[in-house]
């Protein structure tokens, strides 16, 4: 889908909510609708063409985006002039999720008797449906994802840590142009899950459970310095960006000779999840998927399905231009998935004490039909 295309649909939603000009701040909103990540603030107006400020770098943007009307951004001041100058000061949508608290006082303060109308989520919900352009660029995110996890395999042995084979991911994942991921409304370093031992059931911040222990008290999620011994349980889920667009992909190692135990529970994870990955479809809700999976599972596994405790995750969320897109699968969702999402699909168990199991795959959600895996690592 062209960015005219992509505008034009924002104005129809932009029309139904009564909405007279949107400005957008969010860089992956900016990318997706002016073709450029430069710094940018992008303005459309529901009965006129966009117009992009450009802070930084003017000539790349001028280059990159097909946004006829282009001004260098000196001071937010402009933005208000022309929104006054197009009549669009009484209806204005903005991001309300991501923009700061700061910037929308600002708005408040020259524009006092304006509605404001909150974006985000119609558009979150306009890139959940990814179009052809997108859906080869996940593809191609997906295979360096699978890449990782052949690193992973050549490399995870007794007594290299944690932070050892995040060095080898890295430089993998670089290799392929993978530098960065958006998460969360910021730019941050691919995050990196490797977790072994008596990592796997620690508690921290985000997620709360089955995110690593970090390197330190400033990092607290994420590899770390322990050393991964004989006999470890060792799971590594690692975000690649290409272009852009982001694959999220995890997979569980045992090292050394696998026991019973793991290998019974290995295959009641394994099933579960073939179970869900075949009843996942446009109009399949995340409630239904959480019943048809846990009623796979042995009742001794379903108490560890996503969790323990009071400390649960999700099965899955969207991705795309930012790793938290939507449609998230939380146990209570009720929102159908629509063709086009595309999600990373993350069943797991999570035992204190013992270990854990976790499996992450991308898939693309079709309309009568199972979805496709874009990422196809061995298990």
């Known amino acids: 889908m062209s960015v005219k295309n992509r505008i034009e649909k924002l104005k129809d939603t932009m029309s139904e909510m009564q909405v007279k000009s949107a400005v957008l701040f969010n860089s992956r909103n900016i990318f997706y609708f002016s073709g450029t990540a430069q710094h940018s603030i992008c303005v459309i107006p529901v009965d006129g063409d966009p117009i992009l400020f450009i802070r930084r770098n003017f000539e790349r943007a001028v280059e990159e985006s097909p946004i006829r009307e282009k001004i260098i951004l000196k001071s937010t001041r402009q933005i208000f002039d022309k929104l006054s100058e197009l009549n669009c000061q009484n ?15 600002r708005f408040k303060k020259v524009f006092p008797d304006s509605n404001f ?22 593809r191609k995110s997906a295979k360096v994802g699978e890449r990782v996890q052949t690193v992973c395999r050549e490399m995870l042995r007794p007594g290299i ?26 730019w941050a370093r691919t995050p990196f899950i490797i977790a072994s031992g008596e990592n ?20 607290p999620h994420g590899p770390s310095h322990r050393v991964i011994k004989d006999g470890d349980i060792v799971v590594v ?63 001794g596994l379903v108490d560890y399905f996503q969790g323990f405790g009071d400390d649960r995750v999700g099965l899955g969320h969207g991705i795309g231009l930012a790793l938290d897109d939507l449609p998230f699968l939380v146990r209570d969702g009720q929102e159908p998935l629509r063709a086009g999402n595309v999600i990373a699909f993350e069943p797991k168990i999570i035992i204190p004490e013992w270990g854990a199991i976790d499996f992450e795959d991308d898939l693309i959600v079709k309309k009568d039909q199972a979805p496709e895996v874009m990422t196809n690592s061995p298990i």
């Open 161 to 186: 840590t944690e932070l050892d084979l995040a060095g080898e991911i890295q430089r993998e994942i670089t290799r392929h142009g993978s530098i960065f991921a958006y998460f969360n409304h910021y």
């Open 117 to 138: 109308t909150n974006l985000s989520q119609p558009i979150k919900l306009q890139r959940s449906i990814k179009d052809a352009e997108e859906l080869e660029l996940l």
């Open 200 to 219: 796997l059931w620690a508690r921290s911040d985000f997620p709360p459970v089955l995110c690593g222990v970090g390197a330190s008290k400033a990092e």
């Open 237 to 299: 889920d690692v975000a690649t960006v290409v272009n852009g667009y982001t694959s999220d992909h995890a997979r569980t190692y045992f090292v050394g000779k696998t026991t019973r135990k793991y290998l019974e529970r290995h295959e009641a994870l394994l099933k579960a999840r073939n179970a869900g990955i075949s009843a996942i479809r446009e109009g399949t809700t995340p409630q239904q998927l959480y019943k048809i999976m846990e009623k796979e599972l042995p009742k």
């Open 91 to 105: 209806q204005i949508g903005l991001e309300l999720d991501s923009l700061s608290t700061s910037q929308f006082l």
